[in-house]
């Protein structure tokens, strides 16, 4: 153990609001198909972030807010008590396993859903299908057109995250993270490729945040502002969305947001090297998580710690990571001692259920 890594700010103390973190380390939330069919999480569920309690903070797998929301087979949702039940034992295991605070992102997938999946058409700002197939239980299918949403249901929505964040307090988490990134639903609203509204939530880019601010105020409302998080994605191209005007967006989005006094700004797909995340960063006065950008078909060899390392020192205050924890659920304990970490295994044994490619990952001792 070098005297370097001892002192490494990623893996120092630090504070998230009122909760005190162990480390800068933050578990990124990844999607990985292990709930029941009706999205009620799993005793396999409550092992895996058991397993990976290491982390300063775990912020869980996109949950949907409703049947609607829904985007994948055997993901999580939180809109029933069977899914409140569900998650508590996952947040219980995490604490009897000496893990910080947990958060839970809630995801609406919007047009990236199938009415094979959901029992449902999707619903999406406009009636603009996604431009790829999509994965349902029956197989790969082409996806549909989803239904514009009405004021009525953009209502209705808003309503759902609220809930879901109550939810989620009852349930244990500490807290929410309203996902408007990836090419869900409320990066949906972002982007002119994906919303062509007439109406006030479309057209200019103080009508395209509108959606994603009142989300955020809705779940402020039910559980506070110190509760709830946000993640974004900017000018990364996810599910079909692509920010033409990435640069007007976001700094309006977060100069919409920033004195509401969010718990985090969670910053997606993010480089020390964009202008546009140091102009975030100057916005943005509260604590910023920033998830590096990391090579897709393999873990680096250092687990990130470089990545990580130079987002701290270009602002960020904690670093989310995926895949170094997916495959290593003592990655902290690796980077404090310069373990060599684990391959991820095959991308098939990440989503097809089961303990393999899971809970099975080794740990260094």
């Given at each position: 153990?070098?005297?370097?890594?001892?002192?490494?700010?990623?893996?120092?103390?630090?504070?998230?609001?009122?909760?005190?973190?162990?480390?800068?380390?933050?578990?990124?939330?990844?999607?990985?198909?292990?709930?029941?069919?009706?999205?009620?999480?799993?005793?396999?569920?409550?092992?895996?972030?058991?397993?990976?309690?290491?982390?300063?903070?775990?912020?869980?797998?996109?949950?949907?807010?409703?049947?609607?929301?829904?985007?994948?087979?055997?993901?999580?949702?939180?809109?029933?008590?069977?899914?409140?039940?569900?998650?508590?034992?996952?947040?219980?295991?995490?604490?009897?396993?000496?893990?910080?605070?947990?958060?839970?992102?809630?995801?609406?997938?919007?047009?990236v859903g199938h009415p094979d999946t959901s029992g449902l058409t999707p619903i999406a700002p406009s009636p603009i299908p996604l431009p790829e197939s999509i994965h349902t239980p029956t197989g790969r299918q082409e996806a549909v057109t989803p239904r514009e949403m009405t004021p009525e249901d953009i209502r209705t929505t808003i309503r759902d995250f609220a809930a879901t964040a109550r939810r989620a307090v009852d349930a244990g988490f500490a807290g929410v993270e309203v996902h408007s990134a990836n090419g869900y639903l409320l990066h949906q609203f972002l982007t002119?490729?994906?919303?062509?509204?007439?109406?006030?939530?479309?057209?200019?880019?103080?009508?395209?945040?509108?959606?994603?601010?009142?989300?955020?105020?809705?779940?402020?409302?039910?559980?506070?502002?110190?509760?709830?998080?946000?993640?974004?994605?900017?000018?990364?191209?996810?599910?079909?969305?692509?920010?033409?005007?990435?640069?007007?967006?976001?700094?309006?989005?977060?100069?919409?947001?920033?004195?509401?006094?969010?718990?985090?700004?969670?910053?997606?797909?993010?480089?020390?090297?964009?202008?546009?995340?140091?102009?975030?960063?100057?916005?943005?006065?509260?604590?910023?998580?920033?998830?590096?950008?990391?090579?897709?078909?393999?873990?680096?060899?250092?687990?990130?710690?470089?990545?990580?390392?130079?987002?701290?020192?270009?602002?960020?205050?904690?670093?989310?990571?995926?895949?170094?924890?997916?495959?290593?659920?003592?990655?902290?304990?690796?980077?404090?001692?310069?373990?060599?970490?684990?391959?991820?295994?095959?991308?098939?044994?990440?989503?097809?259920?089961?303990?393999?490619?899971?809970?099975?990952?080794?740990?260094?001792?």
């Amino acid at each position: 153990m070098t005297s370097e890594t001892t002192t490494s700010l990623l893996l120092s103390p630090t504070r998230l609001g009122r909760h005190a973190l162990a480390n800068r380390l933050v578990m990124a939330p990844m999607t990985r198909n292990r709930a029941e069919d009706d999205g009620t999480a799993t005793p396999l569920m409550a092992e895996y972030y058991a397993q990976r309690a290491g982390a300063g903070l775990i912020i869980a797998e996109a949950s949907t807010p409703s049947q609607v929301g829904r985007t994948y087979p055997n993901i999580t949702a939180l809109h029933t008590d069977a899914h409140t039940a569900g998650w508590r034992q996952v947040t219980q295991a995490v604490r009897a396993a000496g893990g910080g605070p947990m958060f839970l992102q809630i995801q609406h997938g919007g047009r990236v859903g199938h009415p094979d999946t959901s029992g449902l058409t999707p619903i999406a700002p406009s009636p603009i299908p996604l431009p790829e197939s999509i994965h349902t239980p029956t197989g790969r299918q082409e996806a549909v057109t989803p239904r514009e949403m009405t004021p009525e249901d953009i209502r209705t929505t808003i309503r759902d995250f609220a809930a879901t964040a109550r939810r989620a307090v009852d349930a244990g988490f500490a807290g929410v993270e309203v996902h408007s990134a990836n090419g869900y639903l409320l990066h949906q609203f972002l982007t002119t490729g994906t919303n062509h509204r007439t109406d006030g939530y479309g057209g200019s880019v103080g009508n395209r945040i509108r959606f994603t601010s009142e989300v955020i105020d809705a779940v402020i409302d039910a559980i506070g502002a110190e509760r709830t998080g946000l993640r974004i994605s900017p000018g990364h191209s996810v599910n079909g969305v692509t920010d033409t005007d990435a640069d007007a967006v976001y700094p309006a989005l977060l100069e919409a947001n920033d004195g509401k006094g969010l718990a985090y700004l969670h910053v997606a797909f993010a480089s020390p090297d964009e202008p546009l995340f140091s102009r975030l960063r100057e916005i943005w006065s509260g604590t910023l998580i920033a998830n590096p950008v990391l090579p897709t078909d393999r873990i680096p060899a250092d687990g990130g710690r470089e990545a990580a390392e130079r987002l701290l020192c270009a602002g960020a205050d904690l670093i989310a990571l995926g895949r170094p924890f997916l495959a290593n659920p003592d990655l902290v304990e690796r980077l404090r001692t310069g373990a060599p970490v684990n391959a991820v295994r095959a991308k098939y044994a990440m989503y097809t259920g089961g303990p393999v490619g899971y809970t099975d990952y080794p740990t260094h001792c």
